[in-house]
DNA sequence: TTGGAATGTCAACAAGACTGACTTAAAATC
DNA sequence: GATTTTAAGTCAGTCTTGTTGACATTCCAA
């Protein structure tokens, strides 16, 4: 398609990362790097009756809590029915609380119990000292880079979503 | 846990980006871009009969022809009862080639078709003129710093294959 | 007030991962 | 040469997590 290994004519800098090659670079690097990222919660949730998909839900409930279905579904990019099964389960277990809208009846707003808000705790500080340990490692500039390929790499709709959380956290 | 927001002694970089906010947006960035980086292929897939396991196994296939089974699974991570479902699928379609080893007639080599070729590089084309927008919009500094980030990330035994990957490729 | 839109739930199904048990063939070891 | 180990493949069954389709409830606007 494009040059697949074309050597870059030295000093040219909008080429010399856009190679092929380098892009698989990058590639690979994802998908090996997500294989880690995910390794150490799955490693606790292997052991409960839990998988990935109550992680993000956890996660996400957490870090807005009160949001409604609608919003988590939105944001986790699954369907209503998929979200719903992990919902029942955490909520059957005593995890996360559903709250009907005092506004609106129809939306159910979603907290973490005190048992929901020590899993997710113990699940994101898994995760947090992997991230730490790779931060640390990277040093600040790359942790910067890091941040701004990712964001580059979303979609919009998500980055917006991206952004949003963080302004949320800021207030 | 640790702090939790903590505000950051001014000029303290060390401190700076370790906050679990910090690391938390992290983790949300990761996930958001995980999501942009594998729906281009995933468009692509779903119209045909194929799945992401089928991209990540031709994609795998490709960077490193005539590689054993045995290999592909360990790249992979998953088992060779997973492995060997898509694995034939692939085989009967023709998209994949499967030769006795030489050295090892236990081994099975694997390659890819002209037909496997082609549909690896309509997918790997989807998924790099993603990356290539990213890394231009980023630039080569934060390419530099997500790459080493990502790195830090992984296990160290993917580490290892990743990095035999691309020394493979620049033999 | 009624009909449509939004929200959430239930049921059934598919993809893709897993474990466990087994076969076949070839290589390695004793 | 017999035995053990290794590589690959298969069959069966389970689990998680996605999907669609059908349905109930609630709100809102014509």
């Known amino acids: 398609m494009t040059d697949t290994r074309a050597p ?15 892009l698989r670079q990058g590639i690979e690097a994802m998908f090996f790097a997500y294989r880690g990222f995910t390794a150490d ?6 052991g ?9 839900a956890l996660h996400f409930i957490n870090a807005a809590p ?4 609608n919003n988590l579904l939105r944001t986790l990019g699954v369907t209503k029915q998929s979200l719903n099964r992990v919902l029942r389960t955490l909520i059957e277990d005593g995890l996360v609380e559903s709250r009907v809208g005092r506004a609106d009846r129809r939306e159910r707003h979603l907290y973490l119990t005190g048992e ?10 898994a995760q947090r000292s992997r991230m730490r340990a ?4 990277a040093g600040p500039e790359a942790v910067a880079g890091f941040k701004k390929v990712l964001e580059a790499m979303m979609d919009s709709e998500l980055r917006a979503q991206y952004h949003a959380m963080r302004e949320g956290r800021n207030e």
Not at 41 to 46: E, F, K, S, Y
Not at 116 to 125: C, M, N, T, V
Request: charged residues 25%; without cysteine.
């Open 134 to 137: 790779a931060y640390r490692n």
């Open 48 to 56: 409960l009756s839990y998988g990935r998909a109550h992680h993000r």
């Open 116 to 125: 929901g808000a020590a899993l997710e705790r113990q699940l994101s500080d």
């Open 66 to 69: 009160g949001t409604t279905v």
């Open 8 to 22: 870059h004519p030295a000093g040219n800098e909008t080429l010399l990362f856009l190679t092929d090659e380098q």
């Open 41 to 46: 919660p799955d490693r606790i949730l292997a």
